[in-house]
């Protein structure tokens, strides 16, 4: 689901930077963090005996001199070379050329090729995995197969076939390596992939802790007297003491935090997006006009506005491509955390991220703008 919105509602800066919550604590460690990675149901999982993605690589577009000259400019080997320039193993469309590639032929591509081809194969919807591959930050993608239960050797061979796209960690060839590994290996390369890397934030309490300014921060939408025993009682804790963010989290997002939507108990489910979730963030139960994007667009408009400032918690930060288009939209934390469902898939749950991480799960080559909406009741 993508909204269209008005061009003249402006765009709002975006600093991942807080108000402090206590002035004479800046120097010390507010935030810590731990990353787990959720997996995904396993019915909702592609199964090891299905066929998953093409190794037909499709050049939508392009004559056949264009996909030689593509080919001429990556640095391949004598046999990749003989194999991708035979025309007699194309299919030659007034739409563009298509090519079955042998498994071989992927697994030996040097990364600089493997850049070249797949970032042209991504620009078409004829190559599903090229075009919505598995993506992650560096960093995450790093966590991810260090957490695995891969071996070394599968680890490095994953790494071996991932490509860079806007500054993510991409991930296309999941059928390749299904008959390369045995399948209790390549059941678990399924898991890991699929499996969604999430935040595990504590808030760092001090004796000396400005409880009003931590209040004022997390109290909004009328909660700060529901919160006030708690923090009073965390600072009369000798030295210091850490709470799980949850405890600071309004009903709606406290409830749904790390977990996936079941269609089985709600039929709702599978309208539950990002837009959804954003916007009943304070709600004790979730409100169903958001179901509607036209009741999105409307209260947007009534009850939030832009703000340069300093993103808070609270704020809803949403993505925009060059059209106004909203791609995406989640809620501000703190830190440069933000609470986020990435689509309206099953597979997709409930999660606390770093703005950068998933800001590499939404590419645009003609980039994203964010923008920042303020409820004007906080």
């Keep these: 689901m993508v909204l269209m919105l008005a061009g003249q509602w402006g765009l709002g800066s975006l600093r991942q930077k807080d108000i402090p919550l206590a002035p004479e604590a800046t120097s010390r460690r507010i935030f ?42 990556c640095s391949l080997t004598s046999a990749q070379k003989e194999f991708l320039t035979d025309h007699k193993k194309w299919q030659i469309y007034a739409a563009g050329v298509a090519i079955h590639v042998s ?56 790494k071996n076939l991932t490509w860079s796209n ?25 898991e890991t992939l699929y499996s969604v890397p999430a935040l595990l934030m504590r808030v760092r309490i001090y004796p000396d802790t400005d409880v009003k300014a931590l209040l004022n921060y997390w109290g909004k939408g009328g909660r700060a007297a529901q919160i006030k025993p708690l923090v009073e009682s965390l600072t009369k804790v000798t030295n210091s003491t850490r709470i799980n963010i949850e405890h600071f989290l309004p009903p709606f997002a406290r409830l749904h935090l790390n977990t996936f939507p079941n269609p089985a108990v709600d039929p709702m489910a599978i ?8 916007m009943n963030f304070f709600n004790d139960s979730p409100d169903p006009q958001y179901y509607d994007q036209q009741s999105t667009i409307r209260v947007l408009k009534d ?33 440069g955390v933000v609470f986020t469902k990435n689509g309206a898939d099953f597979k997709a749950p409930w999660v606390l991220m770093k703005l950068s991480d998933m800001l590499a799960l939404y590419p645009s080559r003609q980039g994203l703008n964010l923008v920042t909406y303020r409820p004007k009741n906080l």
């Design 303 to 335: 009850s939030f506005y832009v703000t340069r400032e300093k993103p808070v918690f609270g704020d809803r930060i949403m993505l925009k491509d060059k059209n106004e288009l909203a791609l995406h939209m989640c809620v501000y934390i703190a830190d």
């Design 166 to 190: 806007e500054g993510a960690v991409c991930f296309s060839d999941l059928d390749v390596l299904k008959g390369t590994m045995p399948a209790t290996q390549f059941k678990d390369l399924i």
């Design 103 to 158: 498994p071989e032929i992927i697994l030996g591509l040097n990364s600089s090729a493997r850049e070249k081809v797949y970032g042209v194969l991504a620009q078409s919807q004829a190559n599903p995995a090229h075009a919505m591959p598995f993506r992650f930050s560096p960093g995450l993608f790093d966590g991810l197969m260090a957490s695995s239960d891969l071996t070394p050797a599968e680890v490095q061979r994953v």
């Design 271 to 278: 309208r539950q997006d990002c837009f959804w979730s954003a």
């Design 32 to 73: 810590e963090y731990s990353t787990v990675h959720l997996d995904v149901p396993e019915g909702l999982l592609p199964t090891t005996g299905e066929p998953l993605q093409s190794t037909r690589w499709v050049f939508e577009g392009f004559t056949p001199e264009k996909v030689d000259t593509l080919f001429a400019s």
